[in-house]
């Protein structure tokens, strides 16, 4: 009988059964056994290899054990490859954009979602492509765009995803970041860059600033901002003066002392630092005792400058009509001697050469008021101070307070 196609293997006679039905052993009979044999023998699978499925084979829920290392296509990997990523590794790649690198076996051909990982063997200098196995060079994209310079760095670990045509960069090129509290604190303390660590010439300023904070630009970040080498090449120790240029940077915003708008005809705002560049001058609830409109001057070493100006301001839901000064910026018309404004006048840096300043504002008068306006004003050295009055110069503050924030 042999197999029944269950998993069972029956012999088709019994000499038992046989001999106690008085049956002799017949040639016939007992060849037909032999062949069932046979035919099962055959229809097993051999240890050695000599015999192979010719159907899937159920486990029943057991497992293949001590199985050996694939190293070709056709054999299934054992759990130790998967983990250790060994059918995906390229190891250490060769060459900067040209890249070549090889995997433990080698594909057939490229296909869309085979992923790969390598250890870069050198920093691109523009676009790159990575051939694996001879299979082909392919382009290497970021973000849908081809390489640009550093995006893969030397020793970095580089993820790409195939997607049918170019290979896909998913790791990210590494970016420093330095901020307050990290070890770039420590380093300036301890004087830990040198000339020893940032040999002449090893790293230039405009590098460095890119590198540091990639968005600002020459523009914005200048000697002046303490944040570039101070000796023209590079050999002094003012590295650390430059990583605290970074610092400041971080931490430019600075709140001053709230002052209390209650008596006085002017408040003034002084010794505001070389280099700003945005000031915000807050007001909570400020009254004064007269009509007058308010004014914010501004000025310099040689003090408030009370001319010059070119300033509108209108009440955008009262009944007063857009004013203008010359003396100031004015920022207020709706005042009855009673009304209360809170809101925020803020001045930022038009152009460093000729020291012009802009301003815009917003203000919320007690009496249902909005004012709003703007104006310029160009000082004939670096501000250092501001100044809130009125345009008589005789009413006095007598509620409230004001407050400025200033940042590089």
Known sequence: MGWNGSGVFSKTY???????????????????????FVSGINNCITKDGQNSATADLPM????????????????????SQVIDSTLTWLGTSSGTDTITATLSITPSAYAAGQRFAFLAGGTNTGAATLNIDSL??????KNGQALVAGDITANDIVYVVYDGTQFQMISPARTPVLTSGSIATAAIANDAITNDKVADNAIDETSLKDALIPDFTEAVVTASDSF??????????????TIQGVLDLVE??????????TSGTAIDFTSIPSGTKRISINFTGVSTSGTDNWLVQIGDSGGVEGSGYSSRSANVIGSNNAVSSTAGF????????????RGRVVLELANATSFTWVSTHTLEGSNDDVEVGGGSKSLSAELDRVRITTTGGSNTFDAGEINIQYSK
């Open 14 to 36: 019994s000499w038992v059964a046989d001999a106690a039905n008085g049956i002799k052993i017949l040639a016939s009979r007992h060849d037909t056994n032999d062949t069932d």
């Open 60 to 79: 029943g829920g057991n497992n293949h054990t001590n199985v050996g290392v694939a190293t070709a296509l056709t054999e299934y990997s054992r759990a």
């Open 136 to 141: 082909g060079a392919k382009a290497i994209q």
């Open 228 to 241: 570039l080498f101070s000796d023209a090449d590079d050999s002094g120790n003012s590295k650390r003066d």
């Open 252 to 261: 430019s915003i600075t709140l001053g002392t709230p002052v209390a708008t």
């Open 330 to 341: 004015i920022v207020a018309t709706f005042i009855d001697g009673t009304e209360t404004a």
